[in-house]
């Protein structure tokens, strides 16, 4: 058995204060009696003795007293067990919304792809923490939170085109996602984790400095690299959602996008700048981020805290009521017995004083 307010069981001796009250009052009543004559004289006036009843009203006072504060401790006791997901993970998605996500080499497009496997990521990792960082030219951020639906809800109500500023500013993207993780006073206890998913490299900044940084404050930032070397076009997607045709350039050629030989490195040096991170290349359909997911979901069962704990009940009702009942029969005895209270409460009825001249005659021999 467990306590959840353990503090109230040192309230508990407040019970011995309450008899020691009672012992007094008792000792006073006595010297009260004597200081009012003789104390045989006093007793003998008495219909009856107070004394065993005013002991056991005591008794029930105290008892209740001790019961009331120990159920107040809010005994707990064990009926089962229950699999606590690991709390202690917060997981930063950083998340490429430039045109070229518009890509169809992964059906039915990159975005689209990234964004339903980055929700079924949220949905299967219980327990853990989430922020999201979405960006083109600039980014914008959702802090970290454990409702994992809203990130998701976030991440899927964007598109390319909502993005102000065209671009794939990667340096600025793990810079915000790092401060986000800077702001909650919680993150540092905890194991912290940036996914970058995308699909181009940064030609601005240089994001595998700003991802040293996250590494040497235990940071671990995954890369799932979208594309390759081979060129894919661009659509041209219009408001309602719909492909209208092919991004071109001012000559009418077609526009495609690919990763160089650069960016692939960049990419890579990204994810190895921090412990553990890994860089998964996109193939076969497949964004790769549900291998990623996988990763976590073993790490999250095994060195990430997932535990099995006992889950306790309440029982604090069970000594309440019974201090409730004490005080109910405590109220019910009184000083005096119920035969003389019943006595003193119904006197014998004095006859009028014409009928009583007239019983008198009757008894008047003749």
Not at 49 to 70: C, Q
Not at 146 to 151: C, N, Q
Not at 322 to 332: C, D, P
């Amino acid at each position: 058995m467990i306590f959840g307010a353990p503090v109230f069981l040192f309230c508990t001796a407040l019970a011995a204060l309450v008899a020691l009250l009672l012992a007094l009052g008792a000792v006073y009543r006595r010297r009260a009696a004597q200081a009012f004559g003789d104390l045989e004289r006093v007793e003998a006036l008495r219909t009856s003795d107070p004394s065993v009843r005013r002991a056991w009203k005591a008794v029930l006072l105290v008892m209740a007293t001790a019961l009331a504060f120990f159920a107040a401790a809010r005994p707990q006791y064990g009926k089962g067990t229950r699999l606590v997901p690991a709390t202690n993970v917060d997981v930063v998605l950083v998340l490429d919304y430039s045109k070229s996500m518009y890509a169809r080499d992964v059906e039915p497009s990159r975005i689209f792809r990234a964004k339903v496997e980055v929700a079924r990521l949220v949905k299967e990792l219980e327990g853990a923490r989430f922020a999201a960082v979405a960006f083109a030219g600039e980014p914008m951020g959702f802090p970290l939170t454990a409702d994992g639906a809203a990130v998701a809800q976030f991440l899927r109500q964007l598109d390319p085109n909502d993005m102000p500023i065209g671009g794939t500013a990667i340096a600025r993207a793990l810079t915000l996602a790092r401060d986000l993780l800077k702001r909650d006073p919680k993150s540092s206890e905890h194991k912290r984790i940036v996914l970058l998913v995308t699909d181009g490299e940064d030609l601005e900044g240089d994001p595998a400095s700003v991802a040293r940084q996250l590494g040497a404050e235990g940071t671990t930032v995954h890369v799932v690299q979208i594309g390759g070397r081979t060129p894919e076009r661009i659509p041209e997607v219009g408001e309602d959602g719909r492909v209208v045709g092919f991004r071109t350039d001012r000559n009418g050629k077609p526009l495609t996008t690919a990763l160089t030989v650069h960016g692939e490195k960049q990419l890579a040096s990204i994810a190895t700048s921090t412990p553990g991170g890994e860089i998964i290349v996109a193939e076969k359909g497949t964004t790769g981020i549900d291998r990623i997911a996988a990763d976590l979901r073993k790490q999250m069962k095994s060195e990430l805290a997932e535990k099995i704990e006992t889950v306790y009940a309440d029982v604090y009702y069970y000594p309440l009521g019974l201090a409730i009942l004490l005080l109910v029969a405590e109220a019910l005895i009184t000083d005096a017995p119920l035969r003389i209270l019943r006595r003193r409460a119904a006197p014998k009825p004095i006859a009028p004083s014409g009928e009583r001249k007239r019983k008198e005659a009757r008894r008047v021999p003749a």
